[in-house]
């Protein structure tokens, strides 16, 4: 893995270039982890990657988590991990616990011998040295430390304590590391800036090739979380590619971009699409017309609602990607009426390009 600054804005905001080994080009930064199921796309098959924007969509967010049932670590491990499991040799995977979806962090269940976290196969403790052999199964690009991730709720000392571990279980999971591969520290604190810096300050000292800022979107608040990113931020070095899950709406992503995040996770975009909605930001400075759509503003449409039924449209004019240059709006509806999954195939595919496009413009 390689990653190189290229330019900074007049604040932290910065543009950079990752590369990894089995990624057809390098992936410009600031950018998006495509979120998978089981290392794939939750509703593009592996036959309309290609209408994905390349090589951005290469980048894959993985939960380890969601291997714990299925095949065990030495099947996985004897296949030649994921990569050749999915038959993905020129993706990347990037393999984080927490995935915001199906793998979330159980705070009151963990405990100085694992994090606890509620999965899909019911709530589990993960200790460091399972995880560890989670990871070396699955042969990721790039893979995170295990953390005690909690609620800005919890108490002041229960917050300390969380810090601790994570500290303690970087340093276990650096051990364990068997292929010495592409670390990312994890850094929590909860909505403390003190241990926020803490936290950051350990990573930093580690021989580490990235830092993950874990323990966002649990309950802070949109004015706090300016003071927790910079707080983060100010202290790791600059060369280093930095990560972050929990900020999934466009105004939070923004945040983060404002304070010198390079990759970010997917996960709203899978919530939109579940809920049948479309990005439909207005990139040419002309304010769409969306009074009138049911459970629609200035970002996005519901494609679910009857205003669509008859409408020919694409979703976005002029735009480029797959669904928008094939299909309209009224179909779309229809497909999400009879509750065919297509209409979730079409939505992921137009709303990922259109992110990766809001992205490139910022």
């Known amino acids: 893995m390689k990653f190189a600054v290229k330019a900074w804005s007049s604040g932290k905001a910065r543009a950079g270039v990752l590369q990894l080994g089995s990624c057809p080009g390098p992936i410009e930064t600031p950018s998006l982890l495509l979120s998978t199921r089981k290392g794939l796309p939750h509703f593009i098959p592996p036959d309309l990657l290609y209408s994905l924007p390349s090589p951005d969509s290469h980048l894959f967010h993985v939960s380890s988590l969601h291997f714990l049932e299925g095949l065990s670590p030495q099947t996985i491990s004897k296949i030649g991990g994921l990569h050749q499991m999915l038959g993905l040799p020129e993706h990347g995977f990037v393999c984080i616990p927490r995935d915001s979806i199906q793998c979330l962090p159980e705070c009151n269940s963990s405990n100085k011998f694992g994090a606890s976290f509620e999965t899909p196969c019911g709530r589990r403790l993960i200790k460091p040295v399972e995880y560890v052999e989670l990871i070396s199964s699955l042969r990721p690009n790039i893979w995170t430390t295990l953390a005690d991730e909690v609620p800005t709720w919890v108490s002041e000392k229960r917050n300390k304590t969380s810090v ?3 500290i ?10 068997p292929a010495g591969g592409p670390v990312f520290g994890s850094i929590v604190g909860g909505c403390s800036v003190k241990e926020r810096e803490r936290c950051a300050q350990e990573a930093a000292r580690r021989n580490l090739s ?5 323990g966002f979107g649990l309950g802070e608040s949109m004015d706090e979380r300016p003071a927790l990113l910079n707080a983060v931020t100010d202290i790791l070095q600059e060369e280093k590619p930095r990560l972050i899950t929990g900020l999934g709406l466009p105004e939070e992503i923004l945040q983060g ?4 995040i390079d990759v970010f996770d997917s996960t709203y975009l899978c ?5 049948g909605f479309a990005l439909t930001f207005p990139l040419d400075g002309v304010e769409m017309n969306t009074s009138d ?3 629609s503003d200035q970002t996005k449409i519901n494609l679910r609602a009857t205003v669509y039924r008859k409408d ?3 979703i976005v004019e002029n735009c480029n990607c797959y669904t928008c240059k094939n299909h309209t709006k009224a179909y779309i509806n229809h497909l999400l009426n009879v509750h065919e999954m297509l209409a979730q195939t079409l939505l992921e595919i137009s709303s990922f390009n259109f ?3 809001i992205l490139t413009i910022i």
């Open 257 to 260: 971009v404002a304070a010198g």
């Open 293 to 295: 759509n049911i459970g």
């Open 271 to 275: 919530h939109l699409t579940l809920g």
């Open 355 to 357: 992110a990766d496009i």
């Open 164 to 166: 601790d571990r994570t």
């Open 210 to 214: 990235g830092y993950w800022i874990g």
């Open 312 to 314: 020919i449209s694409p």
């Open 168 to 177: 303690r279980w970087l340093d276990e999971c650096i051990a364990l590391n």
